[in-house]
């Protein structure tokens, strides 16, 4: 139960200190729900139950008694099959598949026993270790994983809320037909049992499940970039968690179409609007090398003179290559060398800064990490795509936002055509880029190749 409230607040901290964790995680198979501290969760007997009152109660009675074939048959009446053995468990609850009677499969998604009641005393055991840490490493100053902790772990526990945030982001993402959302049961939920649309897929580091399924791992990459920079930087409600248990890739049944399928939808971040254009305006700087931005915004969002290292953090890139803009730059082995040695020789100054950004950057941080470390993975990381849209993804809500603060109707009118001439630039950018690496353009070098050559 600590290591999940750690997966919530200290993962942050992780993706501070360790730019390029993700690589380093996916490859060594680390999972935090491994260790033994989570596995009380695991070990209790939760079968399939739809409200407080039927976990308590099935759990507390005897196998094969009349109560609980009784319990038993009420259960039967809202599914006609339930497999025991989940399908999958973690330190807050476990998912098991099901029938419902009109024949629909679900995934009934059951929190573990104690989890409530457990919760506040592993926030207090937490606060007690950080506060031994900080005693014996004065230069670990993260108190605030307590209070992220704190303010994180309720709605995590609150599966109702889940719900709604899967709603939410279905809708706010209902352009993305690439994007799968599993349905919520909102009569079989409650705030400790979410019973969703049951979807099989691969998670969405397992290459070799892609290369079965004919799967394009360019295509997953460009895609989770295009959801991801939709959610950060025009909707400012940013999933927070999508390690590859949560992100699924598929072959969609009906229109053999690929897809992404996107679970766990207990935390969220709300981005508020200030702190939105800041990093909107910090990201388009980062891009391009624009020093002067760069340093603005970055003080903006409470980096200080600490502007330099935050970059290099929220990137996971050198400064080097922060100063010539990553988009222009590719990501080398040394370099992400460079950047685990630097990590462990600024842990003051990062932990100066983390205690600096507004608690909002956090989260980000490790969702930043997370999506790195797919990446990785896939062999995709620091793609034009997914610079590009960035970038798209920018002016879009820079543009937004400047509409939203002027009621002149010519003022608006030029906000959007000075909107549609960037994203013009950025498509006539990226027809530049497809050309020089297709076939066509390999055609048109040969064939001038074999031009005479005159003086």
Known sequence: MASRLLKISAGVFGAGVFSSSGYYLYHQKIELNDLSIV????????????????????RNLPYGTENYWEIRSQLEQLFISFEEKPQGAASLAQVHKAVLPD????????????????????????????????????????????????????????????????????????????????????DLSTKRVLTMDFVEGGQVNDREYMRRHSIDVNEISRNLGKMYSEMIFVNGFV?????????????????????????????????????????????????????????????????????????????????????????????????????????????????????????????????????RGIETVLQTRASSSSFLNMSRCCARAIARYKRSK???????????????????????????LWIRSSVLASWIYSLLSYLPYTH
Not at 40 to 57: E, H, K, M, P, Q
Not at 124 to 130: A, G, I, N, W, Y
Not at 166 to 184: C, G, R, T
Not at 246 to 275: A, M, W
């Open 406 to 432: 002027t009621n002149s109707r010519t003022r608006q009118l030029q906000i959007s055509l000075s909107e549609t001439v960037t994203l013009w630039q950025i498509s006539l950018y990226e027809l530049m």
């Open 103 to 186: 024949g629909r499969t679900v995934a009934v998604k059951v929190q573990h026993p104690k989890v409530q009641a457990q919760s506040s005393k592993d926030i207090v055991v937490m606060e007690f270790l950080l506060q031994v840490v900080h005693w014996l490493f004065p230069d670990f100053a993260f108190m605030w994983l307590v209070e992220e902790a704190k303010r994180n772990m309720p709605l995590e526990l609150d599966f109702l809320n889940e719900g709604r945030n899967a709603e939410k982001v279905a809708s706010m993402l209902k352009q993305f037909d690439f994007l799968k959302v599993p349905k919520i049961h909102w």
């Open 239 to 371: 999933h927070c968690d999508p390690h590859p248990g949560n992100v699924l890739v598929r072959k969609c049944p009906k229109s053999n179409k690929t897809e992404i399928v996107l679970l766990d939808h207990g935390l969220y971040q709300v981005l508020n609007q200030d702190f939105r254009m800041d990093y909107c305006r910090l990201w388009q700087s980062l891009i391009k090398g624009d020093m002067k931005g760069i340093e603005r915004y970055s003080r903006r969002l409470g980096a200080g003179d600490l502007y330099p290292l935050f970059a290099c953090v929220l990137t996971a890139r050198s400064w080097t290559s922060v100063s010539t803009g990553i988009s222009q730059t590719p990501v080398t082995h040394s370099e992400d060398v460079e950047i685990r040695t630097n990590a462990a020789l600024y842990l003051p100054q990062i932990s100066e800064l983390l205690n600096r950004v507004p608690r909002q950057m956090l989260l980000l941080l490790k969702t930043n990490d997370l999506l």
């Open 39 to 58: 596995r009380f969760g695991r070990a209790a007997a939760t079968t399939a139950v739809i409200s407080y009152d039927y976990l308590t109660a099935f």
